[in-house]
């Protein structure tokens, strides 16, 4: 049942409350087709599950795949939209990770560096995945790539600690942090905001890191 509030003040306190989602919705390809059905819209994106799907893993520019799943507000759509879209949703998918996968995974990244283990870094990223690494710079591709970077990023004996916590909207993480190093004989602190995108099994598929000279400490 729904939560009804009669003023902004009943709302102290409610974080995290739930407001009364809708149960799950199962958008299935039957469901699409009755839908070209009735718009008359029967282009392949929509009817051709198989071609979609091929077209989605070359990357290519082009109209996506349709909906998927959605609960309550909490909802996503990629229907007819022409633009590079590097997680399609097709019908039977789930939407998104979930809030608590995305935040554990940025965790397991600090962690990685507490360890200085490359490949509990590693873990966390999909197959696929690239880390631009300050953003700008030619990007890693791949898991070999990735682990060639991490390993010698934490040759370094660099560590992350969180500024604040990590934030999370729809399949995407934010978080800010200062990475401490000792490079070039002496020890210095750089203040990162690094952005993750997650597909929908909660493994990372693009990782930012945003720093620049000015936030390099000595």
Avoid: C
């Avoid at 590097?86 to 360890?115: C, N, R, W």
């Avoid at 590693?122 to 030619?138: K, L, M, R, T």
């Amino acid at each position: 049942m729904a939560k009804v509030y009669q003023s902004p003040r009943d709302l102290i306190g409610q974080e995290g409350a739930q407001l009364g989602a809708t149960d799950w919705l199962l958008i299935d390809q039957a469901r699409v087709n009755g839908f070209a059905e009735v718009t008359g819209d029967h282009q392949w994106i929509h009817v051709d599950p198989e071609r979609a799907r091929r077209k989605a893993r070359s990357a290519a520019r082009l109209p996506t795949a349709t909906s998927a799943r959605h609960r309550g507000d909490r909802r996503r759509r990629q229907a007819g939209l022409r633009g590079r879209h590097d997680q399609p949703l097709f019908p039977g998918s789930i939407a998104m990770p979930t809030p608590e996968q995305m935040e554990a995974a940025v965790h397991a990244y600090v962690e990685a560096f507490a360890k200085g283990d490359p490949e509990l870094a590693v873990a966390i990223f999909a197959d696929n995945a690239s880390v631009e690494d300050p953003i700008g710079s030619p990007p890693h591709l791949g898991g070999e790539a990735i682990r060639a970077f991490y390993a010698a990023s934490m040759a370094t004996g660099a560590t992350l600690h969180l500024s604040g916590p990590v934030r999370v909207a729809a399949a995407h993480a934010a978080f800010a942090m200062q990475v401490r190093l000792h490079w070039d004989g002496k020890d210095m602190a750089i203040d990162v905001i690094d952005t993750f995108a997650f597909d929908d099994e909660g493994k990372v598929t693009e990782m930012k890191a945003y720093f620049g000279p000015g936030n390099m400490h000595g």
